[in-house]
């Protein structure tokens, strides 16, 4: 009489079963978008803090331009176009805020260097009695949209409320100085834009950890639910 050993049952058991497929992988454009906004804010802070001479104004734009700016427009695009609302939590209550979250920050990085070259170049007839104007009117529009968003994103997770505060109050510290010149304001937006970057760095990290399986670290509760 054959006596079946329990390896041998659970073998059985488990060659029985249908192989079970394995769900597909949520597409995560934040994974793309958010380490170019990091590099963005970093090149930003770099320049104001005086890494390089703050007169050289072009110097961040090859990596606002042909990293935060362009790939930050890829992201906006692969994020409408999805069909399914990725599983973790800065998606949580759909996919229209993400995605303007990415289209406009895409839309401030190519603005900015649109702004720099457009003034160093004379694209745009700005007199030179109206470059500090000029340079405020950007200013304060950014100012205003990021309040703006800062106000909208109250039901994501509370890291995204607190990056746009913060871009808030760098840019606040930029029309300081743009309007009464000292050095002091600028250097401040350059350290919090340098805060700006880790905390993205931070963000992609938690949503890139969800992405390939593992646990979402903690991004703060969103302040209105």
């Keep these: 009489m054959a006596v079946t050993t329990p390896v041998e049952a659970f073998d059985t058991a488990t060659s ?16 793309l978008g958010l380490p170019l906004i990091a590099v963005g804010a970093i090149a930003l802070g770099l320049q104001l803090v005086g890494f390089v001479d703050v007169s050289s104004s072009g110097s961040p734009l090859a990596v606002l331009i042909g990293a ?7 992201s906006a695009a692969w994020a409408v176009s999805l069909r399914s609302r990725p599983a973790s939590t800065p998606w949580a209550t759909g996919t229209s805020l993400p995605t303007t979250v990415l289209g406009t920050l895409a839309a401030f990085f190519v603005s900015y260097a649109t702004l720099v070259l457009g003034l160093q170049h004379a694209w745009f007839g700005v007199r030179p009695g ?8 950007f200013q304060i529009s950014w100012l205003a949209g990021f309040v703006l968003l800062a106000i909208a994103s109250v039901r994501l997770p509370a890291a995204f409320t607190a990056l746009f505060v913060s871009f808030s109050a760098a840019l606040a510290l930029l029309l300081i100085g743009t309007l009464a010149p000292a050095a002091t ?12 970057g880790a905390a993205a760095g931070y963000v992609f990290l938690a949503t890139a950890s969800r992405a390939s399986g593992g646990r979402e670290y903690p991004l703060g509760r969103p302040l209105v639910r």
């Design 16 to 31: 029985s079963r249908p192989d079970q497929p394995r769900p597909a992988a949520s597409p995560y454009p934040l994974v």
């Design 130 to 137: 109206e470059i500090q104007h000029t340079v405020a009117l």
């Design 185 to 196: 304001p600028g250097k401040i937006a350059g350290i919090l834009a340098l805060v700006i």
């Design 68 to 74: 935060s700016g362009l790939g930050l427009l890829l």
